[in-house]
């Protein structure tokens, strides 16, 4: 199956700067690439997601880019806030469900 | 997107027993997922329920243990049967809206056995 590799697996930084979570995946053919923010004690959120026709894409502070020929796809969060701390899960589609990064815990200090 | 409540949110059960969580979606929707998330881990799909056929199990997950049902376009059940203390995770339950797209979770089904 689908593996996908996530790094770091926990990240600290400072309110205002920005952050950087980045996954590996195997499969060539794999198409679709979400980022999920789970807070804790809720369920995970979808906060942006990329397909492979498309290398980057932006929302407010959140962006993704993604690499098929390395096979690689980054979450960068720039001007992070405390609400930002979380865990973010990458994933990539197996063809009919997700297969989940083990996910990075964002830690934004004021 | 797609309004998804799970029942219960949270139970305390004894070694041995049986639990069957409850999936309800707000409209209907070709496949539903049952994921396991272990304390502090990530999600994992144990498998994926279509309404009209048997579930498909991902490998590590098997029927007697996990046994779902899929009455119709709009609910799901999971059985986490003959339960011991490793058995202790969230259970979701999530949705495609539309397919091929964004992916949507329950609340989450907190289980804790002793």
């Known amino acids: 199956g689908e593996n996908v590799e996530q790094h770091p697996s926990t990240l600290s930084v400072q309110e205002g700067d920005s952050a950087v979570i980045k996954c590996t995946y195997s499969d060539s053919a794999s198409n679709y690439f979400p980022w999920y923010k789970q807070e804790l004690g809720k369920r995970p959120q979808l906060i942006i997601d990329i397909r492979s026709n498309v290398g980057e894409k932006k929302d407010q502070r959140i962006a993704v880019t993604l690499n098929k020929t390395a096979k690689h796809f980054s979450l960068h969060i720039t001007e992070t806030q405390p609400e930002d701390s979380a865990v973010y899960f990458c994933?990539?589609?197996?063809?009919?469900?997700?297969?989940f990064g083990k996910g990075t815990s964002l830690l934004v200090t004021p | 997107s797609a309004v998804i409540s799970q029942k219960p949110s949270r139970d305390i059960c004894q070694r041995g027993t049986s639990l069957t969580i409850q999936c309800q979606v707000d409209s209907q929707v070709t496949m539903m997922f049952w994921y396991r998330q272990q304390p502090g881990q990530s999600l994992t799909l144990i498998a994926t329920a279509n309404q009209g056929s048997e579930a498909t199990y991902e490998s590590g997950f098997v029927i007697d243990k996990f046994p779902i049902s899929r009455p119709n376009l709009t609910f799901s059940t999971l059985t986490v049967s003959n339960m011991s203390p490793e058995d202790s995770s969230i259970y979701l339950c999530?949705?495609?809206?539309?397919?091929?797209?964004?992916?949507?979770f329950g609340p989450g089904t907190r289980l804790t056995v002793l």
């Open positions: 999530s949705v495609e809206r539309p397919i091929g797209s964004e992916q949507f």
């Open positions: 994933a990539v589609d197996s063809g009919y469900a997700l297969n």
